[in-house]
């Protein structure tokens, strides 16, 4: 079963009578930035039925996700169901409102891309102006890209997962 798209209008239109908007993205992208009044269901933790009186409208950051696993998100629902066509992205530049919270890190999946593209342009200066054996770091990079295409498991990943600007901070006790 296939889900119908929608525009970010006919979908604040259904939001007005009732339907409810479930994001799917990974709790640190919601953390930083979401539609207000939107619910999060991570796709990636996804379980059992997502009921609503109206509608059911699925997001993503572009709509690529929630298209790409629109057959499992039609059998989640319990009710009719959409994909918000363009994600949030296209309802930012339908000028529709957005929370946002920049005090949040970059999505892991952006800092991964940072630090693996600055390391491979930094393996390729050092190979190319300092000593060629420097071109190993890029390689290695590239391997590491290729494994975690592959095998669904990103070292990088769960490295920058430990930062300290991704850790959680500690919630005070209760007095």
Same mark, same amino acid.
């Given at each position: 079963?296939?889900?119908?798209?929608?525009?970010?209008?006919? /979908?604040?239109?259904?939001?007005?009578?009732?339907?409810v908007l479930v994001d799917i993205r990974e709790a640190d992208e919601y953390a930083r930035e979401r539609?207000?009044?939107? @619910?999060?269901?991570a796709f990636s933790k996804l379980q059992g039925p997502?009921?609503?009186?109206?509608?059911?409208?699925?997001?993503?950051?572009?709509?690529? @996700?929630?298209a790409t696993h629109a057959e499992r998100l039609a059998a989640a629902a319990t009710c009719d169901a959409y994909i918000l066509e363009g994600g949030i992205n296209a309802w930012k530049k339908a000028g529709l409102p957005v929370a946002q919270d920049k005090t949040q890190p970059l999505e892991l999946m952006r800092?991964?891309?940072? /630090?693996?593209?600055?390391?491979?342009?930094l393996g390729v200066l050092l190979g190319a102006y300092v000593h060629p054996g420097f071109y190993a770091l890029s390689g290695f990079v590239g391997a590491g890209l290729i494994f975690a295409g592959v095998t669904g498991f990103c070292g990088m990943a769960r490295l920058l997962a430990f930062a300290p600007w991704n850790r959680k901070a500690a919630v005070p006790a209760k007095a």
């Open positions: 079963m296939s889900l119908a798209t929608i525009s970010p209008q006919k /979908a604040k239109e259904l939001i007005a009578k009732g339907a539609i207000p009044g939107a @619910r999060h269901h997502i009921a609503a009186p109206g509608a059911v409208i699925f997001h993503c950051r572009s709509g690529n @996700r929630t800092q991964v891309q940072i /630090a693996a593209g600055s390391l491979t342009l």
